[in-house]
């Protein structure tokens, strides 16, 4: 019963429609995605990566196995960068702690998001990082990212706890000389237990490794950094400030922390044209394509926006042949608006979305206001859904076609995993994929500041051997990374729940902030 219910949750079309998908030449999907790759490389910088040295996990417990060994066996430098770090992983402190210990060459470069690692309390992420401070001062260099959003006024009365609304430092990427792991978790302990996401590490890519790492680089330009109190010896200026054991240095004196939109969007700006100036693309059978794509919509840098744009543009260009299918998904589901436009001006590319569940969403259980925000994400996804039933997008059972939503619940499991997969047909492999630190939504484009890579795919008509066997064995690890987390997709009931009437008015004051 349990394998019937999973085949009525995935792409099954009637047998006529099957047998045409197979049959069917995909040349006119495999010229649209050539052309966008093609475009795309105008805009942004690319990479060009073998096949082979891409890993996709699938577990927690398995990107947490690979954190630790990527610190282990680091020579020369680790980069982590998250939105916070959890106060109780002291397993993995103690990991970069010892790594440190045993290599005196190693640098350890941390950028974290500030008003999530300095919450009140003795337990904040900037405590639990200071041992490593005091023990290797001139080696541990932390940064702590405030969105400049949050300003004036509304800097001095907005609680702690609610400060995040206006913005945090979202980007995750986890690095050790020259392997990084993208992916969408946090480095706290449901990250690495039972809260979903995605994880792709990439072996022994220099380049690639290099540009995440200079990426961090710039960020940090117009971040704080983390002192343990008694250290005199850092630049400070008058916009640094002092906790009871620890300093926030802000090293320039002519910027407020509060008013470098300007310049870290030109700093941005500068690195990711300086990229593609000097990229020498090169590509070869078996190779992928992987785009950086920043988003920073409060400094006005929307990377990720023209990418999909762009996508659907030349989605909507193929006008014979079979469909195009989509998966999209996100564990905060507020589908932002130009990008649902896309999905209901596009009626030649079949989509299926899955979002979290309320019992799967990472405020169920919350206390206060927090407890409302599962029913918000149902009110987000009902309007969602009249907006597909009136757009005339809605799932047709029998022809396999429009938009269909589910959404995701496990046992003692939340869900955090993000990012989109596109295949020629219903039947095929993915092609491409994005995938990193955008939830795809409002927040995401207006708030958070972001780094998403999207990965393309050379079509394949049939392996040959080698390299083309490599890129083939890719697309079916895709297939089986987007298989395994609608393995826990369930038909989605949100009109059958209660929203409290509360719900409704806090949603009008914060929707943009979800």
Same mark, same amino acid.
């Not at 947490?64 to 992983?89: C, K, P, T």
């Not at 999909?308 to 299918?325: A, N, T, V, Y």
């Not at 083309?468 to 997709?489: G, Q, V």
């Given at each position: 019963?349990?394998?019937?219910?999973?085949?009525?949750?995935?792409?099954?079309?009637?047998?006529?429609?099957?047998?045409?998908?197979?049959?069917?030449?995909?040349?006119? *999907?495999? &010229?649209?995605?050539?052309?966008?790759?093609?475009?795309?490389?105008? $805009?942004? %910088?690319?990479?060009?990566?073998?096949?082979?040295?891409?890993?996709?996990?699938?577990?927690?417990?398995?990107?947490?196995?690979?954190?630790?060994?990527?610190?282990?066996?680091?020579?020369?430098?680790?980069?982590?960068?998250?939105?916070?770090?959890?106060?109780?992983?002291?397993?993995?402190? &103690?990991?970069?702690?010892?790594?440190?210990?045993?290599?005196?060459?190693?640098?350890?470069?941390?950028?974290?998001?500030?008003?999530?690692?300095?919450?009140?309390?003795?337990?904040?992420?900037?405590?639990?990082?200071?041992?490593?401070?005091? !023990?290797?001062?001139?080696?541990?260099?932390?940064?702590?990212?405030? @969105? %400049?959003?949050?300003?004036?006024?509304?800097? /001095?009365?907005?609680?702690?706890? *609610?400060?995040?609304?206006?913005?945090?430092?979202?980007?995750?990427?986890?690095?050790?000389?020259?392997?990084?792991?993208?992916?969408?978790?946090?480095?706290?302990?449901?990250?690495?237990?039972?809260?979903?996401?995605?994880?792709?590490?990439?072996?022994?890519?220099?380049?690639?490794?290099?540009?995440?790492?200079?990426?961090? /680089?710039?960020?940090?330009?117009?971040?704080?950094? +983390?002192?343990?109190?008694?250290?005199?010896?850092?630049?400070?200026?008058?916009?640094?400030?002092?906790?009871?054991?620890?300093?926030?240095?802000?090293?320039?004196?002519?910027?407020?922390?509060?008013?470098?939109?300007?310049?870290?969007?030109?700093?941005?700006?500068?690195?990711?044209?300086?990229?593609? $100036?000097?990229?020498?693309?090169?590509?070869?059978?078996?190779?992928?394509?992987? *785009?950086?794509?920043?988003?920073?919509?409060?400094?006005?840098? $929307?990377?990720?926006?023209? !990418?999909? =744009?762009?996508?659907?543009?030349?989605?909507?260009?193929?006008?014979?042949?079979?469909?195009?299918?989509?998966?999209?998904?996100?564990?905060?589901?507020?589908?932002? /608006?130009?990008?649902?436009?896309?999905?209901?001006?596009? %009626?030649?590319?079949?989509? $299926?979305?899955?979002?979290?569940? %309320? /019992?799967?969403?990472?405020?169920?259980?919350?206390?206060?206001? @927090?407890?409302?925000?599962?029913?918000?994400?149902?009110?987000? =996804?009902?309007?969602?859904?009249?907006?597909?039933?009136?757009?005339?997008?809605?799932?047709?059972?029998? @022809?396999?076609?429009?938009?269909? *939503?589910?959404?995701?619940?496990?046992?003692?499991?939340?869900?955090?995993?993000?990012?989109?997969?596109?295949?020629?047909?219903?039947?095929?492999?993915?092609?491409?994929?994005?995938?990193?630190?955008?939830?795809?939504?409002?927040?995401?484009?207006?708030?958070?500041?972001?780094?998403?890579?999207?990965?393309?795919?050379?079509?394949?008509?049939?392996?040959?051997?080698?390299? !083309?066997?490599?890129?083939?064995?890719?697309?079916?690890?895709? !297939?089986?990374?987007?298989?395994?987390?609608?393995?826990?997709?369930?038909?989605?009931?949100?009109?059958?729940?209660?929203?409290?009437?509360?719900?409704?008015?806090?949603?009008?004051?914060?929707?943009?902030? +979800?």
């Amino acid at each position: 019963m349990l394998a019937l219910r999973r085949a009525a949750l995935t792409r099954v079309p009637p047998l006529a429609r099957l047998c045409s998908a197979r049959s069917a030449s995909t040349a006119v *999907f495999n &010229a649209a995605i050539h052309n966008f790759g093609a475009d795309l490389r105008q $805009r942004q %910088p690319a990479f060009s990566v073998p096949a082979n040295g891409i890993q996709i996990l699938s577990q927690p417990c398995e990107f947490y196995a690979l954190v630790l060994d990527m610190i282990q066996r680091a020579q020369n430098r680790i980069f982590l960068s998250s939105l916070y770090i959890g106060s109780g992983e002291t397993e993995l402190i &103690a990991s970069l702690s010892s790594a440190l210990q045993r290599k005196p060459a190693l640098q350890l470069h941390i950028q974290l998001d500030l008003n999530r690692s300095t919450r009140p309390g003795s337990a904040s992420t900037a405590r639990s990082l200071l041992p490593l401070l005091r !023990a290797f001062p001139q080696r541990v260099h932390v940064h702590l990212f405030r @969105s %400049p959003s949050l300003r004036g006024l509304l800097a /001095k009365v907005v609680p702690p706890r *609610f400060n995040e609304g206006w913005g945090t430092w979202h980007a995750k990427v986890y690095g050790a000389d020259d392997d990084v792991l993208i992916s969408g978790a946090n480095l706290n302990e449901s990250y690495f237990t039972n809260r979903q996401d995605r994880y792709i590490h990439f072996s022994e890519q220099k380049q690639l490794a290099n540009y995440c790492f200079q990426f961090l /680089k710039v960020v940090s330009t117009c971040s704080y950094m +983390l002192s343990p109190a008694e250290d005199t010896s850092s630049n400070s200026t008058s916009y640094s400030y002092r906790q009871e054991d620890y300093t926030l240095h802000w090293s320039d004196p002519d910027t407020h922390p509060h008013n470098f939109n300007e310049r870290l969007q030109k700093a941005l700006s500068s690195f990711q044209e300086g990229h593609l $100036r000097s990229s020498t693309f090169r590509s070869s059978a078996g190779d992928v394509t992987l *785009f950086p794509i920043v988003q920073g919509g409060q400094f006005g840098i $929307r990377e990720e926006e023209t !990418a999909i =744009e762009l996508l659907f543009k030349h989605l909507r260009s193929i006008s014979q042949g079979p469909r195009p299918f989509m998966d999209l998904t996100s564990g905060y589901f507020n589908l932002y /608006k130009p990008y649902q436009d896309l999905l209901l001006t596009s %009626p030649g590319v079949d989509v $299926r979305v899955l979002a979290a569940s %309320p /019992k799967a969403n990472g405020f169920y259980g919350s206390k206060g206001v @927090s407890s409302r925000i599962p029913e918000g994400y149902t009110i987000l =996804e009902r309007r969602f859904i009249r907006t597909v039933d009136h757009g005339q997008r809605s799932w047709d059972k029998g @022809s396999g076609t429009g938009i269909q *939503f589910h959404e995701w619940e496990k046992a003692g499991w939340t869900y955090h995993a993000k990012g989109l997969w596109l295949s020629p047909t219903a039947t095929t492999d993915p092609i491409l994929t994005l995938f990193g630190s955008t939830n795809l939504n409002a927040r995401s484009a207006h708030l958070d500041t972001e780094l998403s890579f999207l990965m393309l795919l050379q079509p394949s008509k049939k392996p040959e051997g080698g390299v !083309a066997d490599s890129t083939m064995s890719l697309r079916h690890r895709l !297939a089986d990374e987007i298989r395994t987390i609608r393995n826990n997709a369930h038909e989605w009931n949100g009109y059958e729940r209660t929203v409290r009437t509360g719900t409704r008015t806090m949603l009008k004051i914060v929707e943009d902030m +979800l």
